[in-house]
């Protein structure tokens, strides 16, 4: 595909159950973030990834959530024992370099709604 | 990472120039400025993105005084579709860490 894709686009989970959301970059991009965007407020900085690595999970709220990128292209973002204020939506951007200027490409998003 | 204020909203009308001007008082010698657009129901877009001077695309331009502790996002002769959210980001390029303030409503009016 042309741009970042992210599945899926709409999850409605219980709350206490584990959600994964999956983060497709565009080919070649080797930097991949992960942002949280509540209504009316801007991107929420989660995690980036320079190829397999987290480069800076400083962003992660707590223990229940964990990123993964196992071979330097998808990205899963994992939520365990979902809350209700996990409530957003979840963003992923990608970048071809991580030097410079940043122009990083972001997906649609993935609203998740705990209830 | 630089801290950035910018004005909450805008108002204007179709035909007109938007200058939207975001201060970064404490922003670091190897910091970048880089502009994004949001729809609802869309990720942010890269609109622009600037060290000093001044910048243009075929977008907007992008004004940087010589202090660089401000600067400012022109839209020429904005259009009912340039109503979104504008974030004004500042950080070094090599850290990927992109952080978003809570960004200018720009509402275009008729």
């Known amino acids: 595909g042309a741009g970042v894709s992210q599945t899926p686009s709409n999850k409605v989970t219980e709350k206490g159950k584990y959600v994964e959301l999956r983060c497709d970059p565009i080919?070649?991009?080797?930097?991949l973030y992960w942002y949280r965007q509540s209504l009316g407020q801007g991107p929420e900085f989660l995690i980036y990834?320079?190829?397999?690595?987290?480069?800076?999970d400083s962003g992660l709220p707590n223990d229940r959530f964990f990123a993964v990128r196992p071979e330097g292209s998808v990205s899963t973002l994992k939520i365990q024992r979902t809350e209700r204020g996990d409530s957003a939506v979840y963003l992923c951007?990608?970048?071809?370099?991580?030097?410079?200027?940043?122009?990083?490409?972001f997906g649609q998003g993935t609203r998740l709604t705990v209830v | 990472l630089a801290k950035t204020t910018q004005p909450i909203s805008m108002d204007s009308y179709e035909g007109q120039e938007v200058n939207i001007t975001c201060s970064h008082n404490?922003?670091?010698?190897?910091?970048?400025i880089t502009w994004y657009q949001q729809f609802p129901s869309q990720g942010p877009r890269f609109i622009i993105q600037?060290?000093?001077t001044k910048v243009t695309n075929e977008v907007a331009s992008l004004f940087i005084p010589a202090d660089r502790k401000s600067s400012t996002l022109s839209l020429p002769r904005v259009s009912l579709s340039d109503t979104a959210v504008y974030y004004c980001?500042?950080?070094?390029?090599?850290?990927?860490?992109?952080?978003f303030g809570q960004g200018t409503t720009l509402q275009v009016k008729p």
């Open positions: 951007a990608s970048s071809p370099y991580v030097t410079g200027g940043t122009e990083a490409f």
């Open positions: 080919s070649g991009h080797t930097a």
């Open positions: 990834f320079q190829g397999t690595g987290a480069a800076d």
């Open positions: 404490n922003i670091a010698t190897n910091d970048y």
């Open positions: 600037g060290y000093k």
């Open positions: 980001l500042v950080g070094p390029g090599n850290t990927g860490k992109l952080i």
